[in-house]
């Protein structure tokens, strides 16, 4: 830890009391749906003030001076089509764009919120509530945990895009309308862009006419959230008011092997092949694993070094 961080450590907050429960549902009820398709989810961290713009900005100080990469700071002026790359960076304080969130104008992201103690322990909180609900021991599955927060100016929008991991997010503050399709739709998602994601264009998953008519549209108030299954194209606009989402993402084994098979689809495409998408055949997955895994790790330690 640098010296900044480690100065900035010393004067932690006092502990918010985080709810006895922070799902409000039953063992087992999300068994069917997990990981397959987006469900709307009930918690009770709605406005809680472990997420207050105070509590961010000093956050978002800590994140910062453990390394620049864990806090993303960027115009929230952005369109639905916009590709990551296409998108200004805020040329202000980041400290003075979520303290002023409400008229800034901005989009941040703070990455990896796990490193502060308390958003550890709600994280973990969540797990264990997530594995009770979806009947899977998440922390014997999960290869890769990461805790986002989203903070964002009224209108600002999200723009399309696929993710490798799956994600359960939460409203805290403020509204938006929240748009997922069904990843396994190959109408709004076709087999060459998730290979393209996978060989490392984020952006590969582009916005369609079709996408908008088959989107499960949630209205995110605070107290509601939803599950996003891997690779479920989705996007977001912000109502009128500042929004607050907390995002639990996680990678699972049987993705995280998929993925390599994606990637070495991608390789042969550009061979002339029509590469047999995962699952299809059992024997040409296990070859296109081998074959892969002579080039890199078969273990990646963060999403990153699996993208």
Same mark, same amino acid.
């Given at each position: 830890?640098?010296?900044?961080?480690?100065?900035?450590?010393?004067?932690?907050?006092?502990?918010?009391?985080?709810?006895?429960?922070?799902?409000?549902?039953?063992?087992?009820?999300?068994?069917?749906?997990?990981?397959?398709?987006?469900?709307?989810?009930?918690?009770? @961290?709605?406005?809680?003030? %472990?997420? *207050? +713009?105070?509590?961010?900005?000093?956050?978002?100080?800590?994140? &910062?001076?453990? /390394?620049?990469?864990?806090?993303?700071?960027?115009?929230?002026?952005?369109?639905?089509?916009?590709?990551?790359?296409?998108?200004?960076?805020?040329?202000?304080?980041?400290?003075?764009?979520?303290?002023?969130?409400?008229?800034?104008?901005?989009?941040?992201?703070?990455?990896?919120?796990?490193?502060?103690?308390?958003?550890?322990?709600?994280?973990? @909180?969540?797990?264990?509530? %997530?594995? *009770? +609900?979806?009947?899977?021991?998440?922390?014997?599955?999960?290869? &890769?945990?990461? /805790?986002?927060?989203?903070?964002?100016?009224?209108?600002?929008?999200?723009?399309?895009?696929?993710?490798?991991?799956?994600?359960?997010?939460?409203?805290?503050?403020?509204?938006?309308?929240?748009?997922?399709?069904?990843?396994?739709?190959?109408?709004?998602?076709?087999?060459?862009?998730?290979?393209?994601?996978?060989?490392?264009?984020?952006?590969?998953?582009?916005?369609?006419?079709?996408?908008?008519?088959?989107?499960?549209?949630?209205?995110?108030?605070?107290?509601?959230?939803?599950?996003?299954?891997?690779?479920?194209?989705?996007?977001?606009?912000?109502?009128?008011?500042?929004?607050?989402?907390?995002?639990?993402?996680?990678?699972?084994?049987?993705?995280?092997?998929?993925?390599?098979?994606?990637?070495?689809?991608?390789?042969?495409?550009?061979?002339?092949?029509?590469?047999?998408?995962?699952?299809?055949?059992?024997?040409?997955?296990?070859?296109?694993?081998?074959?892969?895994?002579?080039?890199?790790?078969?273990?990646?330690?963060?999403?990153?070094?699996?993208?």
């Amino acid at each position: 830890m640098s010296t900044q961080a480690a100065q900035i450590a010393k004067a932690d907050p006092i502990e918010q009391k985080l709810p006895e429960r922070i799902f409000n549902h039953s063992a087992g009820e999300f068994a069917e749906r997990f990981n397959v398709l987006p469900f709307p989810v009930s918690h009770n @961290l709605g406005n809680h003030p %472990l997420f *207050e +713009l105070s509590r961010l900005v000093e956050l978002a100080k800590y994140l &910062w001076a453990l /390394g620049g990469a864990k806090v993303v700071f960027q115009d929230g002026g952005a369109s639905f089509e916009n590709r990551w790359d296409e998108i200004e960076t805020k040329t202000l304080s980041f400290i003075n764009g979520i303290r002023d969130i409400q008229e800034s104008g901005s989009w941040v992201l703070l990455k990896s919120v796990q490193e502060d103690p308390e958003y550890q322990k709600c994280i973990d @909180l969540c797990v264990a509530e %997530l594995s *009770e +609900l979806t009947g899977v021991d998440l922390k014997k599955e999960i290869t &890769w945990i990461d /805790g986002y927060i989203f903070i964002a100016s009224p209108g600002a929008v999200t723009p399309h895009h696929i993710d490798h991991e799956s994600n359960f997010l939460l409203q805290i503050h403020g509204e938006k309308s929240f748009n997922v399709c069904d990843p396994w739709d190959r109408s709004v998602l076709f087999e060459e862009e998730i290979e393209s994601y996978y060989a490392g264009d984020l952006s590969a998953a582009g916005f369609k006419t079709v996408s908008q008519e088959k989107a499960f549209v949630f209205p995110m108030t605070p107290g509601a959230g939803v599950h996003i299954p891997s690779k479920g194209p989705h996007w977001v606009r912000n109502n009128d008011k500042y929004s607050v989402s907390f995002s639990i993402n996680f990678c699972m084994r049987e993705t995280d092997i998929k993925a390599r098979i994606y990637q070495c689809n991608h390789y042969l495409r550009k061979l002339d092949f029509n590469p047999t998408p995962p699952g299809r055949s059992a024997l040409k997955d296990r070859l296109k694993i081998l074959t892969l895994g002579r080039f890199g790790s078969t273990k990646p330690a963060n999403k990153n070094e699996l993208l």
